[in-house]
Nanobody
């Protein structure tokens, strides 16, 4: 069984930085794809950044040049580096991944979410 445990959220002033982490447990070979999503109060969950099978990172326009998504297969960890944060980016952030398992199967799932609050 695979679990994803997130950390790194919190309160930061506008213009500040945070790094979110998402650690996977289980018999994982590698991340096939990784994503970070966020959901602000009263809004639908949106994709913020992804690295799909192609290996090329994609970002929603509003975070380009400020956020960086990455994954470390050896550490079984996914990261989202967020710089120059804005108050409107206050939301619960979720990691999402498809992983390749040792038995040849794949697993797809979500982290538990972590709150990011950006004060003005």
């Amino acid at each position: 069984q695979v679990q994803l445990v997130q950390s790194g959220g919190g309160l930061v002033q506008a213009g500040g930085s945070l790094r979110l982490s998402c650690v996977a447990s289980g018999s994982i070979v590698k991340f096939n794809s990784i994503e970070w999503h966020r959901q602000a109060p009263g809004k639908v969950r949106e994709l913020v950044a992804e690295v799909p099978y192609s290996g090329i990172a994609n970002y929603v326009d509003s975070v380009k040049d400020r956020f960086t998504i990455s994954g470390d297969n050896a550490k079984k960890t996914i990261y989202l580096q967020m710089n120059r944060l804005k108050p409107e980016e206050t939301a619960v952030y979720y990691c999402n991944t498809e992983v390749a398992l040792l038995d040849g199967s794949t697993w797809y799932g979500w982290g538990q979410g972590t709150q990011v609050t950006v004060s003005s």
